[in-house]
């Protein structure tokens, strides 16, 4: 007869403080052993024991972020990296440094089995970067980056699980972002023929360069309250992804400038695409050579941008919709259609309800009442912002732009120059071009007081000859009609 061992909860405690003496006392060992020991020999132990023994020792766990979740990038481990890179400490040992052509900023990370501590609400927590040898790389290991394995280590109290995965790791997650947007390099992108900046590698389309605008809505010159509401729309429509979706529109936004030349459209657009950090896609319409290119060119644009085609009303003739109709059935036969106001406007509505997000549409154009109502209709552009001529409060911002006279400081010349604003038209940018003529605030400014009279002036004599004109042109019709009655009333006698 065979007597079956029948492990009993007394037994189970028996060898479970057997096994715990033993593994307490290994443990033990190995820290003093392997002190003496190399490096490699040291990891492999430790490894061996911890798998062994770490699991009822052990307070701590440790979650992995690998690079990939199969063949897609792991979004977590790209947050994690960026944000690392704000958490490198005294104690890391070696840093990997870098940077590409087409970057500003010098990137510094951390290399492998560097270890980075990190704090969040009073949970402590050790991060460590790890690579790895893959023993079967896919596609045969060509290429370096299949034959590793990349990932980072988050250990901490076992405690503090849930508040770490439900609120550290979002936190992570949003602060990468911020990041990436701060760091992030903005693009203007254009579609010019001769074009001579960088070739963007995935978009034939579009050549790039850096947009390095300074322009910010800090130093745009205009009316403050207009200002307060463009940013306030802006903030609005990024901030609304779920509207969008809930009322069924695409997550879209047109804007329409239109103002005299030099009154800041163009510096209105570098200062929207700074202030949401987003590339500008400087559309060209001169350079497209029919409706389907138009329509390619304006899909390959990404999300999160600006596309902008300036001077709308002179940049390519776009005859009316009716005389589209008919040149397009006239050029059915030819191979390629040509660009025409109904095919603008097609793409615009293509792009406006077709997939992508986060896109703003801006025209801008000097001479509004120009345009065909088709470009005006309700729906087509959402915001129509009208750039005016330099006001008081528009030459302050400039003063302080240009001779660093700030809010709440004043010169002599202010009040006369503010007078002499307000009674003519002259824009930002011919202000701004007396304010650049000198350092010395005094010369300057005067520069600009005898630049305004000298406007002034001139606008006074024009006044007075179209007015000399008009009484001359109103006495001559008076003349003639009189002759005209004299003769009819000779003829009747
Ligand atoms: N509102 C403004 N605030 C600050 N600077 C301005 C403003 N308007 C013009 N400027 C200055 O004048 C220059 C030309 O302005 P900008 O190109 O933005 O004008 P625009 O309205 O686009 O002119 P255009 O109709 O000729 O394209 C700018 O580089 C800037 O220095
Ligand atoms: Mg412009």
Not at 329 to 336: I, L, R, V
Request: aromatic residues 10%; glycine residues 4%; hydrophobic residues 35%.
């Amino acid at each position: 007869m065979v007597d079956y061992y029948m492990p009993t909860a007394a037994s189970a405690s028996v060898w479970f403080s057997a096994y715990a003496s033993f593994a307490g006392f290994m443990m033990l060992v190995r820290s003093m052993a392997t002190e003496l020991m190399p490096q490699p020999l040291r990891s492999y132990i430790y490894s061996v024991f911890n798998y062994l023994f770490a699991p009822f020792f052990s307070r701590e766990v440790t979650l992995l972020f690998d690079e990939r979740c199969g063949m897609t990038y792991n979004e977590l481990y790209e947050a994690v990296e960026v944000y690392l890179r704000t958490k490198i400490g005294p104690s890391v040992r070696c840093l990997r440094v870098s940077k590409l052509p087409r970057m500003k900023a010098i990137k510094v990370s951390i290399d492998r089995d560097e270890e980075v501590a990190d704090t969040f609400d009073g949970v402590k927590m050790k991060w460590c970067y790890v690579v790895t040898k893959v023993e079967k790389p896919r596609n045969g290991g060509t290429d370096e980056k299949e034959k590793e394995k990349h990932r980072f280590e988050l250990t901490f109290h076992k405690k503090h699980k849930d508040k770490v995965i439900d609120y550290y790791l979002p936190y992570v997650l949003a602060r990468a972002k911020t990041l990436k947007e701060e760091q992030k390099t903005l693009k203007l992108f254009t579609n010019l023929d001769y074009w001579d900046g960088d070739d963007d590698e995935d978009n034939e389309s579009w050549g790039s360069v850096n947009l390095d605008h300074p322009c910010t809505f800090d130093k745009l010159a205009m009316d403050p309250e207009l200002k307060r509401m463009i940013i306030e729309d802006l903030e609005r429509f990024v901030a609304r992804r779920e509207f969008y979706s809930k009322v069924g529109k695409a997550w879209k936004r047109g804007y329409l400038l239109y103002g005299p030349p030099g009154t800041g459209k163009s510096s209105l657009v570098a200062a929207m695409a700074n202030y949401l950090k987003f590339n500008v896609y400087d559309l060209d319409l001169a350079a497209i050579e029919g409706n389907s290119e138009l329509k390619r060119v304006m899909m390959s644009t990404t999300n999160r941008s600006i596309l902008v085609i300036e001077d709308i009303d002179c940049s390519i003739n776009l005859q009316n919709r009716d005389d589209d109709q008919d040149k397009s059935s006239k050029e059915t036969n030819s191979y390629k259609k040509p660009l025409t106001l109904s095919g603008l406007l097609n793409c615009i509505d293509g792009l406006r309800s077709s997939c992508g997000d986060e896109r703003i549409i801006i025209f801008t154009t000097n001479r509004k009442e120009m345009l065909d109502p088709a470009l005006l209709r309700p729906g087509r552009m959402d915001v129509h912002i009208h750039m005016s001529y330099c006001t008081p409060s528009g030459f302050r911002v400039l003063a302080s732009n240009y001779l660093g006279i700030h809010d709440g400081e004043d010169h002599r010349l202010f009040g006369e120059i503010e007078r002499l604003i307000e009674s003519t038209e002259v824009t930002p940018a011919q202000v701004a071009e007396e304010l650049m003529k000198s350092d010395d605030a005094d010369v300057s400014l005067g520069g600009l007081v005898n630049f305004l009279k000298h406007n002034q002036a001139e606008r006074e004599r024009k006044r007075e000859e179209k007015e000399a004109k008009e009484k001359k042109q109103n006495k001559s019709t008076r003349f003639s009609l009189l002759k005209k009655r004299l003769k009819i009333f000779s003829t009747n006698a």
